[in-house]
């Protein structure tokens, strides 16, 4: 990974920054999307837990159709150009647990990040999700890539 300074979020956080920043998360079914401008080297990501929420209590980043928007809203308030983002996104995987058909949070995490994505018309331009292996990932702000490692399944 990058050496030097690194934001580390849990799931329900956003974090927006400037280069030489660097964001980095541990994901399994969770889902992570990467915002980045290049001309302004300014980027964000955000960690959610679930794809939708339901009515119930606060409107937290924990859920993906509240975390996506919030961190367009961020990073475009950061100084972003809307029409310059692109998208990155990890996460998703069915983990040992989840393996349920009738669960798929990995897979439902998956879509809402696509959907909500394909609405605000910003292009995935990366991606590594599903599968069953969690990830690592870190975001450099520097050169706007990330740097991803899969977790050992623990079995």
């Given at each position: 990974?990058?050496?030097?300074?690194?934001?580390?979020?849990?799931?329900?956080?956003?974090?927006?920054?400037?280069?030489?920043?660097?964001?980095?998360?541990?994901?399994?079914?969770?889902?992570?999307?990467?915002?980045?401008?290049?001309?302004?080297?300014?980027?964000?990501?955000?960690?959610?837990?679930?794809?939708?929420?339901?009515?119930?209590?606060?409107?937290?980043?924990?859920?993906?159709?509240?975390?996506?928007?919030?961190?367009?809203?961020?990073?475009?308030?950061?100084?972003?150009?809307?029409?310059?983002?692109?998208?990155?996104?990890?996460?998703?995987?069915?983990?040992?647990?989840?393996?349920?058909?009738?669960?798929?949070?990995?897979?439902?995490?998956?879509?809402?990040?696509?959907?909500?994505?394909?609405?605000?018309?910003?292009?995935?331009?990366?991606?590594?999700?599903?599968?069953?292996?969690?990830?690592?990932?870190?975001?450099?702000?520097?050169?706007?890539k990330v740097l991803m490692?899969?977790?050992?399944?623990?079995?």
């Amino acid at each position: 990974m990058i050496s030097g300074s690194s934001i580390f979020i849990h799931v329900g956080q956003i974090h927006v920054d400037v280069a030489p920043q660097a964001i980095s998360t541990v994901l399994g079914s969770c889902v992570a999307v990467c915002l980045y401008d290049a001309t302004t080297h300014i980027g964000g990501m955000n960690h959610y837990l679930l794809p939708f929420w339901n009515n119930n209590g606060l409107q937290t980043p924990k859920f993906g159709n509240i975390a996506i928007p919030k961190l367009i809203d961020a990073v475009v308030a950061q100084g972003a150009n809307p029409r310059a983002l692109q998208a990155k996104i990890f996460g998703g995987a069915s983990m040992q647990a989840m393996r349920d058909d009738t669960m798929m949070i990995g897979k439902k995490n998956i879509l809402v990040a696509q959907e909500i994505l394909r609405e605000y018309r910003i292009p995935i331009v990366a991606q590594d999700i599903g599968g069953v292996n969690g990830r690592k990932i870190q975001f450099d702000l520097t050169q706007g890539k990330v740097l991803m490692k899969y977790a050992l399944r623990a079995e």
